[in-house]
């Protein structure tokens, strides 16, 4: 299954579905999908790993059933599209489907925050991690530098987005709700660094978007 292609689509929920507002995955789309990226994010028991600009909050919860004694930290700032009770019926069902208690095997909280700010807890973060976000920020610069000090020293943010110019991408976000002008390559990682982050990793093409992975400048 292509990630790409499900986050692109617009997908409609039938009434039985077990929750709103995202695709529904079984365990084995969840293992194919999303172990490549607990992999490449080097993901370990114990960490705090935050999703930002999560939206529902569907995939930092497939995520979350390769995670193992984590807290996850679910964070947006719609709070029309972000909310606990859709957020437990993700839990409970995909426990079900595990066939133990993902909310008891890891620790799930939501954080609220503004275009400027994550609200995350300063220096408890050990992996950031953002898909198709980085394009949408009203004010990227204060944001990421707001993400920088919720990292601990060690931590690191990995960024998963379309480029213009990459693979054929366009000047725009091509889903019609955002339109938003994308970064080239360059511009993205100039952009990085100026804001006190370095390269540390750059993913081969997953599902036809490059994931690249940072760490803190001393």
Do not use: W
């Given at each position: 299954m292509n990630l790409r292609l499900i986050l692109l689509a617009l997908i409609v929920i039938s009434s039985c579905a077990p929750y709103a507002k995202g695709p529904?995955?079984?365990?084995?789309?969840?293992?194919?999908?999303?172990?490549?990226?607990?992999e490449f994010?080097?993901?370990?028991?114990?960490?705090?790993?935050?999703?930002?600009?999560?939206?529902?909050?569907?995939?930092t919860i497939v995520m979350a059933t390769q995670f193992?004694?984590?807290?996850?930290?679910?964070?947006?700032?719609?709070q029309e599209?972000?909310?606990?009770?859709?957020?437990?019926?993700?839990?409970?069902?995909?426990?079900?489907?595990?066939?133990?208690?993902?909310?008891?095997?890891?620790?799930?909280?939501?954080?609220?925050?503004?275009?400027?700010?994550s609200n995350l807890?300063?220096?408890s973060v050990d992996v950031i991690y953002t898909n198709a976000t980085i394009h949408v920020f009203d004010?990227?610069?204060?944001?990421l530098q707001n993400l920088r000090k919720t990292l601990k020293?060690?931590?690191?943010?990995?960024?998963?987005?379309?480029?213009k110019g990459d693979n054929g991408k366009g000047d725009f976000c091509s889903d019609s709700k955002c339109a938003k002008p994308l970064y080239t390559i360059d511009e993205f990682l100039e952009m990085m660094n100026e804001n006190g982050y370095k390269l540390l990793k750059q993913s081969p093409e997953m599902d036809g978007y490059p994931v690249f992975g940072f760490g803190l400048m001393n």
């Amino acid at each position: 299954m292509n990630l790409r292609l499900i986050l692109l689509a617009l997908i409609v929920i039938s009434s039985c579905a077990p929750y709103a507002k995202g695709p529904v995955f079984t365990i084995e789309e969840t293992n194919e999908i999303f172990h490549p990226y607990i992999e490449f994010m080097e993901i370990k028991p114990g960490m705090t790993v935050a999703d930002v600009g999560a939206g529902s909050g569907i995939f930092t919860i497939v995520m979350a059933t390769q995670f193992d004694s984590c807290k996850v930290l679910i964070q947006d700032i719609d709070q029309e599209t972000l909310q606990q009770n859709n957020v437990d019926k993700m839990i409970s069902h995909y426990s079900g489907k595990l066939g133990y208690d993902l909310g008891a095997r890891n620790q799930f909280e939501i954080i609220y925050g503004t275009p400027t700010k994550s609200n995350l807890p300063d220096q408890s973060v050990d992996v950031i991690y953002t898909n198709a976000t980085i394009h949408v920020f009203d004010a990227p610069n204060e944001m990421l530098q707001n993400l920088r000090k919720t990292l601990k020293p060690t931590g690191k943010i990995f960024i998963r987005d379309a480029f213009k110019g990459d693979n054929g991408k366009g000047d725009f976000c091509s889903d019609s709700k955002c339109a938003k002008p994308l970064y080239t390559i360059d511009e993205f990682l100039e952009m990085m660094n100026e804001n006190g982050y370095k390269l540390l990793k750059q993913s081969p093409e997953m599902d036809g978007y490059p994931v690249f992975g940072f760490g803190l400048m001393n």
